[in-house]
């Protein structure tokens, strides 16, 4: 059974909530941190399989921070109330503020003897004059917004790459260039990542995501070289995945300023000299990265114009290679420099687009809030005339 263990990162859950948390190194100590409203120390997961998790307040009812305890049974408000009855139209309801006669302080002070969530929502429909009179479906509506503050129960998942995604697109967009799900799943499969390849990674501002889902696609098999220009590589989304060291045996990380100047010494390094050191062959190593050895290429930065051509070259014959930028400009003119220069084939510009869906069991329809756009990719295969 798979054990939520100390120093690990786990994805909390509390219905649309979601949030990214890292377990404590040492064993026993408590670690508080806050879901929604409330604080709950996170650390009593330790130890425990990853699923769904009751908050419990201690027996003295003092204590203002939760614990949680593992729970298979998840009673939804909605299932509590479905004897209700519903009215045929919302036209008799004015939204004039006093409809609810709990005020916030009673609410709080119903938090402070120690209600549970469920019965905290419970009291605000007891308490509502016009809840018995709205339709099944204004019911359904009120009932999950008030979950979505006191809802009791709480997911504790592990961590992969789609959790991750979703994470931190919906936490903020630009910090992994509003990349979204849907669209790393296009890249994964236009880059054709697999098994035993080998595999050439740009992430210039999604927080080692692409890398991490190259890794995770790979499961230890093959070769990752993660590229980048100064400092340190992105690694946030990698750490967060709590790889095994054998998953993370296929990553290289290679600074461009230093494989610039490696390569340019082999081009004008003659080819009848001898050089002075020569490099001990290892089955386990790496094989070298040099001009025409990758299998695939992923580049994901803003202005990918001017390194996704010196990049390309490190691609070997029909590798293919995937673009990936929130703007369109910058890939036009990078389309236009690799159509020109018959650099590779099946070249193609799209726009990643999706629309998201309420679903509900009365009612299905877009969602008002969503994102203009999922960013565009260039695809294509090298080729050598």
């Not at 936490?171 to 669209?183: A, E, H």
């Not at 300023?257 to 790496?286: C, F, R």
């Not at 803003?302 to 703007?327: C, D, H, M, Q, W």
Request: proline content about 5%; some cysteine.
């Amino acid at each position: 059974m798979d054990l939520v263990q100390n120093d690990e990162f786990v994805i909390v859950q509390r219905k649309s909530q979601v949030s990214l948390h890292q377990l404590p190194k040492k064993q026993g100590k408590k670690w508080t941190v806050k879901i929604g409203r409330d604080k709950v120390d996170i650390s009593s997961v330790v130890g425990k399989p990853h699923g769904t998790f009751k908050l419990v307040r201690e027996k003295d009812g003092k204590n203002s921070v939760f614990t949680l305890e593992p729970s298979d049974e998840v009673v939804e408000m909605k299932d509590k109330m479905k004897d209700l009855n519903s009215g045929e139209n919302n036209k008799e309801i004015w939204d004039d503020g006093t409809s609810q006669q709990l005020k916030k302080e009673d609410i709080e002070e119903l938090r402070g003897q120690g209600l549970t969530g469920s019965e905290i929502v419970t009291q605000l429909v007891e308490n509502s004059k016009t809840f018995q009179i709205k339709t099944e479906f204004s019911q359904e509506k009120y009932l999950n917004k008030k979950e979505e503050k006191y809802s009791e129960w709480v997911d504790i998942l592990k961590p992969n790459i789609r959790h991750l995604a979703k994470h931190f697109h919906s936490q903020d967009p630009m910090q992994i260039l509003n990349l979204r799900p849907d669209t790393l799943a296009m890249i994964m499969s236009l880059a054709n990542i697999k098994s035993n390849g080998k595999f050439g990674v740009f992430d210039g501002g999604c927080q080692g995501l692409v890398t991490a889902a190259i890794l995770d696609r790979i499961q230890g098999h093959g070769t990752v070289w993660n590229l980048f220009l100064k400092g340190t590589p992105q690694k946030r989304v990698i750490q967060a995945m709590n790889f095994t060291p054998e998953q993370l045996k296929p990553l290289k990380n290679c600074s461009l300023y230093k494989l610039k100047e490696t390569l340019a010494k082999e081009e004008n390094t003659d080819g009848d000299e001898v050089p002075a050191k020569m490099i001990k062959l290892d089955e386990d190593a790496a094989p070298p990265l040099e001009f025409g050895s990758l299998d695939g290429m992923v580049i994901v930065c803003r202005r990918p114009t001017t390194i996704a051509k010196e990049l390309v070259k490190l691609l070997a014959p029909s590798g293919n290679f995937v673009i990936f930028s929130p703007y369109s400009e910058p890939l036009s003119e990078t389309y236009i420099q690799f159509r020109e220069c018959n650099l590779a084939v099946n070249l193609q510009l799209t726009e990643t687009w999706f629309r998201t869906h309420q679903v509900l069991p009365l009612r299905t329809h877009p969602e008002v809030n969503m994102s203009g756009s999922g960013g565009y990719i260039l695809s294509g295969i090298k080729v050598v005339s």
